[in-house]
Antibody
Framework: QVQLVGSGGGVVQPGRSLRLSCAASGFTFSSYAMHWVRQAPGKGLEWVAVISYDGRETYYADSVKGRFTISRDNSKNTLYMQMNSLRDEDTAEFYC???????????????WGQGTTVIVSS | DIQMTQSPSSVSASVGDRVTITCRASQGISTWLVWYQQKPEQAPKSLIYASSNLESGVPSRFSGSASGTDFTLTISSLQPEDFATYYCQQYKSYPYTFGQGTKLEIK
């Protein structure tokens, strides 16, 4: 079945880096744009970044621009988020999510991963 | 950025009640709006996309509508499994933005 499995979260000190991964299965990963969405403890959802199905286009929330980099390896069916210069306020559950339609950039999400927890703390 | 204002922030209701949640966009987004349901410790789940299209497998008691920049999610007859937090989100342009969420609690 269609599945996204996030990993790579952990506890990291402010200023350090972390790389999240999201492994996709059950669908043609290379045909779908992919997103990262985060949720701070007890808070609402915040969209973080998107990458087009071919990896050529990316967009970011202002809160992470210049610090986070979204990427993908279509040969490995895996989405990544490289997070540098982490701050306390980056503490959150990070979800990967898939665009509803193939071969477009700019759609609602229809499949979500289970989330991976990032805690930034000294 | 497009701001999404969702109301109410919380609502108490009973099984069988009809509940309406509203989301207002700060500018026109056509029908590029989706509603998600999130239960504690779970990832969000898509309910309705393009303002009024029911996601496959979602019960027909859920419906969505749009009027200008105002969007509504209606649950016609609450079931026990519907008690959760609901979010709207616009996907007209980046950055995508969410409403603040509505927590639906049992009265």
């Amino acid at each position: 079945q269609v599945q996204l499995v996030g990993s790579g979260g952990g506890v990291v000190q402010p200023g350090r880096s972390l790389r999240l991964s999201c492994a996709a299965s059950g669908f043609t990963f290379s045909s779908y744009a992919m997103h990262w969405v985060r949720q701070a403890p007890g808070k609402g959802l915040e969209w973080v970044a998107v990458i087009s199905y071919d990896g050529r286009e990316t967009y970011y929330a202002d809160s992470v621009k210049g610090r986070f980099t979204i990427s993908r390896d279509n040969s490995k069916n895996t989405l990544y988020m490289q997070m540098n210069s982490l701050r306390d306020e980056d503490t959150a559950e990070f979800y990967c999510a898939r665009d509803r339609q193939q071969l477009v950039l700019g759609d609602a999400f229809d499949v979500w991963g289970q989330g991976t927890t990032v805690i930034v703390s000294s | 950025d497009i701001q999404m204002t969702q109301s109410p922030s919380s609502v108490s209701a009973s099984v069988g009640d009809r509940v309406t949640i509203t989301c207002r966009a700060s500018q026109g987004i056509s029908t590029w709006l989706v509603w998600y349901q999130q239960k504690p410790e779970q990832a969000p789940k898509s309910l309705i996309y393009a303002s009024s299209n029911l996601e496959s497998g979602v019960p027909s008691r859920f419906s969505g509508s749009a009027s200008g920049t105002d969007f509504t999610l209606t649950i016609s007859s609450l079931q026990p499994e519907d008690f959760a937090t609901y979010y709207c989100q616009q996907y007209k342009s980046y950055p995508y933005t969410f409403g603040q969420g509505t927590k639906l609690e049992i009265k």
